[in-house]
């Protein structure tokens, strides 16, 4: 991959990280205020704002890095498959999302739920579900993307035999302008 | 370079418990009754 497109891609797949990151941390915040808060009102408003966050923030978020992230690892030398930090972050990334679409039921449940009636205690499993699993995700994240950063050292077996072929290719290779 | 692969990193190890440790209490929530959507008085 060219250095301008890698960039370009890089500074994509960035936005599209953080930008879930901070948007999950606000749904964190909403579905805390949902369950805490005594005013139906803010309760509602509340989990209105958590579906609205998911569907139109939170959704396409998540699937872009799902996106960028093979695009990226694939046009360069890391490769999708080689490192375990790359691994895990596809891992972290594909979780999480399949953990969200999962969600998006109960999200337009409370939602609707919130909005036309006072929620009650038969709710209050859901709504803690909301905070845990929104956590869970926020952490999971957060390590997604201190992983991005640090690159912390380690080759998949995969990895390995790519580097050994590739090393032993260049050594059978016959030397030019000697 | 050696012809053997190196060890999994110590960090991959930590990583693959506490992934799997997460596993099981989904699994486990979910086999206590709190399922994805199921506790939910009524869908609309």
Redesign the interface.
Known sequence: MKRGLRKFVLSLHITFAVGWLGAVAGFVALAIVGLKSQDPQIVGSAYLGMELITRFVILPLSFAPLITGPILSLGTPWGLLRH?WIL?KL?ITVLSTIVLV??L??IS?LS??AANRTL?S??F??QI?MVVAST?ALIALLVANILAVYK????T?YG??K??EE?LQLESQPEVGR | MSRTPPEMPRWVKVFGIIFIVLILIVIGAHLAGFNFGGHMPHMP
């Open positions: 375990y895990a891992l999962i969600h039921q109960p449940y609707n739920a009650s038969a709710d499993p859901l579900q869970v912390p050292k380690g080759m077996p390995w035999r580097q050994y090393r």
